[in-house]
């Protein structure tokens, strides 16, 4: 595929490309036998006589960028060199070419051999090293044929670098930097950011390297680029696709531009950046501009040039700088509001992790009490007994019944900083109790504030309890809601989000391009799990988590959010990341050798944990088959090289701030790398698809999930206390997040929440020659039909009554755990269901 700009193929640098063939300065491949040495280059496999691609000036290719080209090439090789493990790839044209895979045609005794490469290939003058590709063929350190070794070990040298000066784009160099480019130190004190990682205080998980200049004011930090420049380094093979990318930016174009009408119109508003009913809310989504249909929008769209465009003519429904109508409110627009639906989301909404079993009451801390004093709970046995259907707070302890949602301690160091900017807000306990029905039922949230003499004495707290009758206090249980689900959100967001799987991965990232091999067998498993995530990364740092970014505009923690994130990073630990075991430590399963995962859920009904374990399963299954097919004895796993330093680096320097290893498998077993492998490609697909595509259905509707409070609650006598009595919708509406920072939030988890065009999901492969070995192509085959049987599974569970909490009072099926095997959604979009194999958004 030639250089191209977004959809269309650079034109300019083709017609250079033709002009350099004429003067002979093609494109040159060199066989490299896998079976003889080659005298004249020490243990290095003998080279074959040089050949090039042909007709590069005669062929005709198509001006769409997303079309392959495809060239033939004529090899002159001596059989009796063997067989050609790899070759060597120069690029003597102006530009650079994404080479896809070169297919040998008809080698005499084998048949055809594929050489599946996905790399962007530069002028050969950008390289100090020759490109070499390798067969589809895995090998162990141990195995590889002799010719190759070196070759081998070369490539993973280039691709570690030298550890010094700024990256280019044609540099392929994968190393480490700490999270020192989030602020401007250049602007004052304000704008400066602390950097994360490389200490005690604030560890953080290691990001890419880019080489950038320290910051001249700050010399611990680096130098940013202008806000707008999207060009941050990151190695060219890990950019997105030209597909994904004008998706991302048309989506961001549509998205945003959808805040530029609404904000318009609330300058001639009473309230400037207030909606002052719930029906300017509501209006964000109705309405809009229609677009023409039929023949007349088709002869629109054949006069765009680029897929830039493609998002603001569209023909699924949308309309033009329109919010989509978010799922939660598409059914019914007064179910969100209800306390049934508040519980449920904590099972099956876009935050399904946190929850936890209650096991004493009142709820504890575990906050430093010489530091923040008494932090215990105020919630008493009057307040929440009176809903428990007759039970004992000691009865539903013993019969786990009583669960809390508890942001509490996370919060409360960093809330008195917090409440000094605009944000006016609590540290929140919310208690359920799980009631027959499978349902869970909200008993009481308690709005905690540091003592006004000192966090020394503890908090100040007052608790609420559920009202169904209207007037003033059913008005506070829901404002008390809405301070519960801005935590929530800002949690979901800061840790659940961005750095429980965005964040962590990166680390895995760099590690396995700089230790594994492209043709060791677990570089071959994981990879597809790191597609875009390194670029998409690199994006959020650029515009999102920076200082001032979208996310410290939008989210409660504002300045301090990244920083509160690395505090809660302090408490990470790998193997707690396994579903399983996570399960576990929050007490919502027990374990049960009987059940084909090993565990029983304590709460049935937990849409979550059920299907989330179902592909826990068969990730796991898959990966055992597949670690089992190449490591037969643990011996094998200790003598691997490769993957031991692979995971001495992850530890060590991806994740150098948490060392413990405790908190780490030791990599002695088969089994410590199948539960290693499967944590790892949990996190990057399922897990990150659990609490990022829902976004858009549950919190594109702002009320539902505001992630900012700007005012306490109101006191008796006041006019905010007589608002809420008369209007308490209102009261809400200037209580939770602003109209401005609603927009600007609304369009980015719009983008977030959409699938590329170009999406991988679980269970697919974008080639299928991504091994020669038979065994591990047949194991794939059946984590593919495992998947589509959980897929049908899921359906059937959706359809049954006596499940709850998989449709809730909004009436939305739990799908945000459908792997989407067939790919039916593959057009993008804003669909929930589908897994995509890696962090890609």
């Known amino acids: 595929m030639k250089k191209n700009v977004l959809d269309a193929t650079d034109v300019w640098s083709s017609i250079l490309d033709r002009f350099y063939e004429v003067f002979g300065k093609g494109v040159s491949l060199q066989l490299i036998s896998s079976e003889k040495f080659d005298p ?28 392959d080209a495809v060239f033939s090439v004529t090899f002159d090789w001596d059989e009796s060199d063997g067989l050609p493990g790899a070759f060597i790839m120069q690029n003597h044209h102006h530009s650079e070419f994404y080479l896809k895979s070169v297919t040998l045609d008809d080698v005499p005794g084998h048949g055809p051999i594929h050489f599946v490469c996905n790399s962007w290939v530069f002028p050969a003058q950008r390289y100090k090293y020759n490109r070499v590709f390798f067969s589809n063929k895995t090998y162990l350190p141990c195995d590889t044929p002799e010719p190759l070794r070196l070759y081998r070990e070369d490539e993973l040298k280039n691709l570690r670098g030298n550890g010094s000066g700024q990256l280019k784009e044609w540099d392929r160099v994968y190393d480490y930097a700490y999270y020192n480019d989030l602020g401007f130190p250049e602007k004052g004190k304000d704008s400066a950011r602390q950097v994360l990682g490389g200490s005690a205080e604030y560890p953080y998980p290691r990001r890419g390297r880019t080489g950038r200049q320290p910051n001249k004011k700050d010399p611990n930090s680096e130098s940013r680029l202008f806000l707008l420049n999207l060009n941050v380094y990151i190695p060219r093979d890990e950019q ?61 769209r054949e006069c765009i040039p680029w897929e830039l465009f493609r998002e603001l003519l569209r023909s699924d429904g949308e309309r033009f700088l329109k919010l989509p109508v978010p799922d939660v409110i598409k059914e019914d627009k007064t179910a969100w509001r209800t306390d049934e639906e508040f519980g449920r989301e904590m099972l099956a909404g876009v935050n399904p992790v946190l929850i936890k079993l209650l096991t004493e009451f009142p709820p504890t801390s575990k906050l430093d009490t010489g530091v923040y004093g008494d932090q215990s709970s105020k919630i008493t046995r009057d307040h929440v007994e009176k809903n428990m259907d007759g039970l004992t707070v000691e009865e539903a302890l013993s019969n786990k019944k009583l669960f809390i949602l508890d942001h509490h301690d996370a919060l409360i160091p960093y809330l008195r900083r917090i409440n000094m900017t605009p944000t006016k807000t609590y540290a929140t306990r919310t208690i359920l109790l799980l009631k027959d029905d499978g349902t869970l039922r909200p008993l009481a949230i308690e709005l905690s504030l540091p003592h006004e003499d000192g966090d020394e004495h503890g908090v100040e707290s007052v608790v609420f309890t559920p009202c169904d009758e209207e007037g003033i206090q059913k008005s506070f249980w829901q404002l008390a809601k809405a301070y519960a689900a801005v935590n929530d959100s800002g949690y979901h967001q800061l840790v659940c989000h961005w750095l429980n799987t965005h964040a962590v991965i990166e680390p895995f990232i760099i590690a396995t391009s700089r230790q594994l091999s492209l043709v060791h067998p677990i570089y071959k498993l994981l990879t597809p799990h790191f597609r ?19 996310l410290e505009r939008t989210v409660y923690p504002g300045r301090y959010a990244l920083e509160m994130s690395s505090k809660i990073y302090k408490n990470w630990n790998f193997t707690e990341q396994a579903l399983p075991r996570d399960l576990l430590k929050r007490g919502i399963a027990v374990e049960d050798p009987s059940q084909p995962h090993g565990l029983k859920l304590v709460i049935e009904d937990y849409p979550f944990a059920v299907d989330g374990l179902e592909i826990w399963s068969a990730i796991e299954a898959w990966v055992r088959e597949y670690c089992c097919f190449y490591y037969p004895t643990d011996e094998k796993i200790k003598t691997d090289l490769e993957l031991q330093s692979w995971w001495d680096e992850i530890r060590t320097k991806g994740h150098g701030d948490l060392k413990d290893e405790t908190w780490w498998y030791k990599m002695e077993t088969r089994d410590e790398l199948i539960q290693a492998c499967t944590t790892i490609m949990w996190i990057a697909s ?13 919190a594109g509707f702002l009320p539902n999930r505001p992630t900012v ?29 602003a109209q401005f920072q609603t927009l600007l939030g609304v369009s980015l988890i719009e983008i977030l929440s959409r699938h590329s065009t170009d999406e991988v999901y679980l269970g697919q492969r974008d080639t299928l020659n991504w091994t020669a070995d038979k065994g591990a192509l047949d194991a794939f085959e059946r984590f593919g039909k495992a998947l589509r049987s959980i897929e049908a599974n899921i359906t059937e569970r959706n359809k049954d009554a006596r499940f709850r909490n998989r449709t809730g009072p909004i009436k939305i099926p739990y799908e945000l755990l459908f792997p989407n095997t067939s790919g039916e959604n593959g057009v993008g979009g804003l669909a929930v269901r589908g897994i995509p194999n890696s962090i890609s958004i």
């Open 709 to 737: 409070s700007r005012r306490f609650l109101p006191k008796p006598g006041t006019p905010e206390y007589k608002e809420l009595e008369s209007k308490p919708d209102v009261a809400l509406l200037k209580t939770i997040t």
């Open 686 to 698: 399922a897990l990150h698809a659990a609490v990022n595509f829902g976004q858009y259905p549950y």
């Open 40 to 67: 004249a280059n020490g243990k290095r496999g003998k080279l074959g006589k040089v050949a090039y691609l042909e007709n590069w000036v005669t062929k005709i290719t198509s001006v769409a960028a997303k079309d």
């Open 240 to 300: 997105f696709s030209h597909v994904k990318f004008s998706d991302f930016i048309a989506y961001a174009v549509k998205s945003l531009g959808q805040v530029i009408v609404p904000e318009m119109r609330a300058i001639f508003d009473k309230t400037i950046n207030d909606f002052d009913t719930l029906q300017d809310v509501y209006d964000l989504y109705e309405g809009g501009i229609e677009l023409p249909a039929g023949h007349t929008l088709s002869k629109i």
């Open 532 to 550: 875009d995530t390194m670029h998409i990364n690199a994006l959020a740092r650029q515009f999102l988590i920076n200082a001032d970014g979208v």
